[in-house]
């Protein structure tokens, strides 16, 4: 089945850039809708975007202006650069993919495993 | 953009069957038949467990089960397990090409 691994910086200074990869293997990049979700500590879960590999992309409209989502299909590659950052997100970030069913493409079937992102000086 | 409201906590016996509202509007859950629910345990990636409403996935107990009235989805644990024990989330696709996600539901099996 799918694997999905995120990798970055565990830390990042207040109104520097935060930047993610998402690493899919054992399925293809152009299969699928791809997007990034996190949960701050102690609260609930954010979406924050989604990508298809054909360059169709979509925001959250409270992060809209700070986030770009990206995709390398010949590294397999899903990124996240969330620009301006604040201590408000701090977050696990989740690379996820957007399943598919018969009616369309409403939910989140694999997740990778998260990483911990800290804003701090 | 705001979120979906679910009950803060939610708690049964063994056995018991316990049912998580989720209550958006016409914009998303009453909109779509895009309402999905996760299972979230503490350090692991949150789990699907109902989609589209009422579909589950392979694999995934038929104890769970979902449903959906006007602009309120709601999700089922029925014969309630001490392993139930987590935090549980639904989502909806949104107007506009976008997902939401309910604020949260901690179960606890007393």
């Known amino acids: 089945q799918v694997q999905l691994q995120e990798s970055g910086p565990g830390l990042v200074k207040p109104s520097e850039t935060l930047s993610l990869t998402c690493t899919v293997s054992?399925?293809?990049?152009?299969?699928?809708?791809w997007s990034w979700i996190r949960q701050p500590p102690g609260e609930g879960l954010e979406w924050i975007a989604y990508?298809?590999?054909?360059?169709?992309?979509n925001y959250n409209p409270s992060l809209k202006s700070r986030v770009t989502i990206s995709v390398d299909t010949t590294k397999s590659q899903v990124s996240l650069k969330l620009t301006s950052v604040t201590a408000a997100d701090t977050a696990v970030y989740y690379c996820?993919?957007?399943?598919?069913?018969?009616?369309?493409?409403?939910?989140?079937?694999?997740w990778g495993q998260g990483t911990l992102v800290t804003v701090s000086s | 953009q705001s979120a979906l409201t679910q009950p803060a906590s939610v708690s049964g016996s063994p056995g018991q069957s316990i049912t998580i509202s989720c209550t958006g509007t016409s914009s998303d859950v009453g909109g779509y038949n895009f309402v999905s629910w996760y299972q979230h345990l503490p350090g692991k990636a949150p789990k699907l467990i109902i989609y589209?409403?009422?579909n589950r996935p392979s694999g995934v107990s038929n104890r769970f089960s979902g449903s959906k009235s006007g602009n309120t989805a709601s999700l089922t644990i029925s014969g309630l397990q001490a392993e139930d024990e987590a935090d549980y989330y639904c989502s909806s696709w949104r107007s506009g090409s976008t997902y939401v996600f309910g604020t949260g539901t901690k179960v606890t099996v007393l």
């Open positions: 990508i298809h590999y054909s360059g169709s992309t």
């Open positions: 054992r399925g293809s990049i152009t299969s699928h809708y």
């Open positions: 589209d409403v009422s």
């Open positions: 996820v993919r957007i399943g598919t069913s018969v009616a369309g493409t409403g939910f989140f079937d694999y």
